[in-house]
């Protein structure tokens, strides 16, 4: 009802779990690299818990994304099943054929090992995963734990990820489970968002839906976070419910009050019939809304709200250089695409290189005739100062209008941004406030870089990457020309990639690229120096 109104291509707080809107914290990146370390091992459990609504499934649909191509998942969602029940499911969901009516365990756990036998036979790995984990029996879960005992002298035959509450984790601990729990390789518990990241977890998932200015004040995060309590789902229902109120009182930003008066709704839902003046209240609320509903209809089919404001363009453009402690502000003056070319021509010059403003939105191509590429998408504060590169990020104003910076260096307190040719050193609080989330930085490929390096390939950029990694490793690099990228070259990434907080995928994609030659310091300008890094 509400997305045209403000601009949205889709609904930004659904509570479906959709990979796209998975904000990755540092408990969810974290999450998602225990599954994927864990599944690309050779153990038998990977286990992750966390509170309802905490992002545990969202997590475990982006794991499915990320899974290499010779990997067979069986999913079970609803785990209350007897022994029996559980097997027949899991051979459903492999396709391994049974006698109709079928009700011995024998039988199906011939089938199954003769299914995996065969797979590891044809290099395929086949991985079980259980949502909603607290809920399996305790015979259920050991006739699980049996299926692990086929394995190779090298590795098992079944991958398991156990999905639950915190009631798995006391599960697991009793000494009766004891056996299980010896087998889990890699385990991890999500909690609640803390009160910082709320407001980058709401600005994200705006950004996704397509918002294109700002519709949550900064005044409101606080608020949500107490009236939540962190937990993601919760986020997304209350946020839904306030920007529905919004939609009614035919605003374009949410409130305090709105937001209230929405998580009151959500929470006191249970109860507040049982209040006779609450009920009289809302009853006539409800008639009031309804003709005002329709009023409004009339109205947003007819003239779209505006959703960007505008500026006009300033005769004196403020001098380059003038060094400022400040706060983010609009760039007064600057229309919007101004803002964003001269935020990359910002991003250019810490790589000495020229950029044409009059080619407005092709700074990424343009960067690839420098030998450079764009690096895209959303993160935090954290995870640029792991990149430690410059970058172009997208604020908004106390009145909704996007403008744009360019990140040039920070500290713990402190950021240094350029705005306009303008530079001004700001408090690290001061971007969380005003960032949406998203950025765009360059980063410098090594020669022959098409895409993600995986292993089994072979290129110019395998010997790059040897001699990157032997620096860092503090060897004398023996490349061979022509060498392959797999096995112990595949490893020693692997670690590099667990030592640098990176996915432990041994795939060598942008991110791993920029970490290889910031640690040979070879890669261009920072944001921070060594002794500086976190």
């Not at 098992?156 to 156990?162: A, D, F, S, T």
């Not at 639950?164 to 010896?182: F, H, I, T, V």
């Not at 009236?227 to 993601?232: E, M, N, T």
Request: net charge positive; proline share 5%.
């Amino acid at each position: 009802m509400y997305k045209e109104h403000f601009g949205f291509r889709e609904l930004p707080f659904s509570i479906t779990p959709d990979p796209r809107y998975l904000f990755l914290s540092e408990q969810h990146r974290e999450a998602l690299a225990h599954l994927l370390y864990g599944i690309k091992s050779d153990g038998g459990f990977v286990l992750l818990t966390g509170e309802v609504g905490t992002g545990k499934t969202t997590v475990c649909r982006c794991l499915l994304e990320q899974i290499p191509e010779n990997t067979d998942i069986a999913f079970i969602l609803n785990p209350k099943m007897t022994s029996e029940e559980l097997l027949a499911a899991v051979c459903d969901e492999l396709r391994i054929s049974y006698p109709e009516g079928n009700k011995s365990i024998k039988v199906f756990v011939d089938r199954i090992n003769e299914y995996l036998l065969n797979a590891h036979a044809r290099g395929r790995k086949t991985v079980l995963i259980i949502e909603e984990a607290q809920n399996l029996a305790p015979d259920v879960l050991e006739q699980i734990r049996l299926l692990t005992n086929l394995e190779t002298n090298h590795r098992k035959l079944l991958q398991i990820v156990l999905v639950g509450q915190p009631e798995l984790k006391a599960m697991l601990s009793r000494p009766d489970m004891l056996q299980l729990s010896q087998r889990i390789t890699a385990r991890y518990h999500i909690g609640p968002l803390s009160k910082g990241e709320v407001g980058a977890y709401v600005n994200h998932r705006l950004a996704v839906a397509g918002a294109t200015r700002k519709v949550f004040p900064d005044s409101t995060f606080d608020k949500l976070y107490r009236l939540s309590k962190g937990i993601p789902r919760m986020i997304n229902v209350i946020c839904d419910r306030a920007l529905l109120g919004a939609y009614v009182q035919g605003n374009v930003m949410v409130d305090n009050r709105t937001l209230a008066t929405a998580a009151r709704e959500v929470l006191d839902h249970a109860s507040w019939m049982k209040q006779p003046a609450m009920r009289f209240r809302w009853i006539l609320t409800g008639i009031l809304l309804i003709g005002f509903i329709a009023t409004l209809w009339v109205i947003v089919n007819n003239h779209k709200t505006p959703i960007r404001g505008s500026v006009t363009v300033a005769a004196n453009e403020e001098a380059s250089g003038n060094e400022k402690r400040d706060t983010l502000r609009w760039p007064e003056g600057q229309t919007v695409d101004q803002s964003i070319n001269r935020a990359f021509e910002a991003l250019f010059r810490q790589w000495g290189v020229p950029y044409q403003p009059a080619k407005a939105g092709s700074a990424c191509q343009q960067a690839l005739a420098r030998e450079l590429r764009c690096l895209k998408g959303p993160g935090s504060l954290n995870e640029l100062s792991l990149l430690n590169k410059p970058a172009v990020l997208r604020f908004f104003d106390e009145k909704g209008r996007d403008y744009y910076g360019t990140l040039t260096a920070f500290d713990e307190r402190t950021a240094t941004v350029i705005i306009a040719n303008e530079t001004r050193r700001v408090g690290v609080d001061e971007i969380k406030k005003r960032w949406y989330g998203d950025y765009t930085l360059l980063w410098k490929h090594p020669k022959g870089y098409r895409n993600a390096v995986k292993p089994g390939y072979s290129g110019p950029e395998v010997e790059w990457i040897d001699r990157r990694l032997s620096l860092f490793e503090g060897k004398n690099p023996n490349t061979v020309k022509g060498q392959a990228y797999d096995g112990e070259l595949v490893n020693r990434m692997k670690r590099f990639q667990i030592t640098e907080g990176l996915i432990p995928d041994g795939i060598v994609g942008p991110q791993t690229f920029i970490h290889l030659g910031n640690a040979a310091g070879e890669n261009g300008p920072v944001l921070m120096k060594k002794s500086e890094g976190r």
